[in-house]
């Protein structure tokens, strides 16, 4: 009997292809769109036409389409985590949590209650089983679309339960199949922003959703001197240079910011390198823990090209790492995430 997978179809191409795939593989394949919020609820006027084309595509496949709503699991996990984490001076990385507690949590949840044995997604990563049976994470073939980053922290069961159909593919490939077939998605552009603030103003979000005042405050550097006054603390991240509104002499970025004495605090470019951070909230892949010192390449933004350093657990739940060269602008809340080659070592949260 052929196993069943249901694909999280968000109305773009890449999971309208992982599922037309999975179908021509041999899998009883069905669809599910995830409504996480409500365009309202975010302020937003935007229509979903989304599911639309999921359902369209859906149709098109002769397969069947469920939607699986969320809200109150994304609120308290996604939207509420994003923040929190921004009113401790922190910047959050939403994708990651989102994918942790709704894509491969709430949706993997959902999809074996209604009898399916696997879920799968669009996401350019690869995975492995080794000879001991442990499921491993590696990087998707499409190295500028590769999403290993973002998805460091599935736990093994997480991982077994899933597939990934584009792990070995191209962006290009995989939109030369959607012209094929003429889905709807097929020249449909990605997606760059936080879904839940497709105009990309967190601050403004922020202040909307939760209803309180960021007062302005001051401006000062590593010595205490008042340079000017900032808007509202939750306005400024880590190595932040533009948008200050300060003439200076000098060029200035955003080091830390003093959240019980509403400050940011700037420095020079140089004093923004730092060759060590703690991480919490850790998982691992390859082991369950670390029993000894470990050398991994290492990144601290999706972006941000990998770099030799040292890893040392030291707890259950946090890790020490230290960068054989200094790092611009490691800022806590987000996710960092170790290497070894094409696998995923795993990650935690800057802290």
């Not at 309208?16 to 179908?23: C, E, P, Q, R």
């Not at 937003?44 to 469920?66: G, L, S």
């Not at 910047?91 to 959902?110: E, I, Q, W």
Request: with cysteine; aromatic share 12%.
């Amino acid at each position: 009997m052929a196993e069943k997978v249901l694909v999280g179809m968000s109305g773009g191409v890449d999971s309208a292809v992982s599922a037309y795939l999975l179908k021509q593989a041999g899998y009883e394949t069905a669809g599910v769109n995830c409504r996480f919020f409500r365009f309202e609820d975010v302020f937003c006027n935007k229509t979903d036409t989304d599911v639309d084309d999921a359902r369209k595509t859906a149709e098109k496949m002769e397969i069947p389409f469920y939607v699986f709503e969320f809200f109150d699991e994304f609120r308290e996990n996604v939207i509420d985590n994003f923040i929190s984490t921004y009113e401790k001076g922190a910047t959050p990385n939403p994708c990651v949590v989102c994918n942790k507690h709704l894509k491969f949590g709430a949706m993997l949840r959902k999809a074996e209650q209604e009898g399916f044995d696997k879920i799968a997604t669009g996401h350019y990563a690869n995975i492995e089983r080794d000879t001991n049976g442990r499921f491993l994470l590696k990087k998707g073939a499409d190295i500028t679309k590769d999403q290993s980053y973002v998805l460091y922290c599935l736990n093994q069961y997480q991982l077994s339960h899933t597939l990934f159909p584009l792990g070995g593919m191209t962006k290009a490939e995989v939109r030369e199949i959607a012209g094929a077939i003429n889905f709807v998605s097929a020249r449909k552009s990605d997606s760059q922003d936080i879904c839940f603030i497709p105009d990309g103003k967190y601050a403004d979000f922020i202040q909307k959703y939760s209803g309180r005042i960021y007062p302005d405050g001051e401006f000062v550097d590593m010595n205490g001197r008042i340079l000017g006054t900032h808007k509202g603390i939750i306005r400024y991240t880590v190595g932040q240079r533009k948008g200050l509104g300060l003439a200076l002499p000098a060029p200035m970025y955003v080091k830390e910011k003093d959240v019980p004495g509403n400050r940011v605090i700037l420095c020079d470019n140089e004093t923004l390198f730092t060759r060590e951070l703690d991480a919490e909230d850790i998982n691992f892949i390859p082991f369950d823990s670390l029993d000894a010192p470990l050398r991994v390449k290492a990144k601290t933004r999706y972006k941000h090209t990998e770099q030799w350093a040292t890893v040392e657990q030291t707890s259950q739940n946090s890790f020490h790492l230290t960068f054989d060269e200094p790092q611009r602008a490691i800022s806590k809340g987000q996710s960092v995430v170790l290497y070894d080659g094409e696998y995923v070592v795993g990650g935690g949260i800057i802290k």
